[in-house]
């Protein structure tokens, strides 16, 4: 009787073992492959709807509001436009250069296409 005590009591004991040491290499696993990426693509900016939040003019760059993956950036903004934007105007950036984003009207974008 005690020989399959003792059997099962070493039986248990390495069952524990081998499930841990499988628990630790899928952590290590895990970790080696991180899928997180805090860094914001500015590109994946370009086609959204911003908020001016400094006036823009042909000879005046100003600044816009646009969110993206969850956060909010703010960048510099120009315009090929004769407008003038004001704060709180929505406008479509048609690209990003340099962290600088160009923007337009809907109405201008339209004319593109």
Same mark, same amino acid.
């Given at each position: 009787?005690?020989?399959?005590?003792v =059997?099962?009591?070493l039986l /248990?004991?390495?069952?524990?073992?081998?499930a841990?040491?499988?628990i630790?290499? *899928?952590i290590?696993i895990?970790? /080696?492959?991180p /899928?997180?990426?805090?860094l914001?693509n500015?590109?994946?900016? =370009?086609g959204?709807m911003?908020?001016?939040?400094?006036?823009? =003019?042909?000879?005046?760059?100003?600044?816009?509001r646009?969110?993206?993956?969850? *956060? /909010?950036?703010k960048?510099?903004?120009?315009t090929?436009?004769?407008?003038?934007?004001?704060?709180?105007?929505?406008?479509?950036?048609?690209?990003?250069?340099?962290?600088? *984003?160009?923007?337009t009207t809907? *109405?201008?974008?339209?004319?593109?296409?």
């Amino acid at each position: 009787m005690n020989d399959i005590v003792v =059997t099962i009591i070493l039986l /248990t004991i390495g069952v524990g073992i081998i499930a841990g040491i499988g628990i630790v290499i *899928a952590i290590l696993i895990s970790r /080696t492959n991180p /899928t997180i990426n805090s860094l914001i693509n500015y590109q994946d900016c =370009t086609g959204q709807m911003a908020e001016v939040i400094v006036p823009i =003019t042909l000879e005046q760059p100003g600044s816009i509001r646009v969110k993206q993956d969850g *956060a /909010t950036l703010k960048l510099r903004a120009f315009t090929r436009e004769s407008e003038e934007f004001r704060v709180g105007d929505r406008v479509v950036i048609v690209e990003v250069r340099d962290g600088q *984003a160009w923007v337009t009207t809907s *109405a201008e974008l339209d004319e593109y296409r």
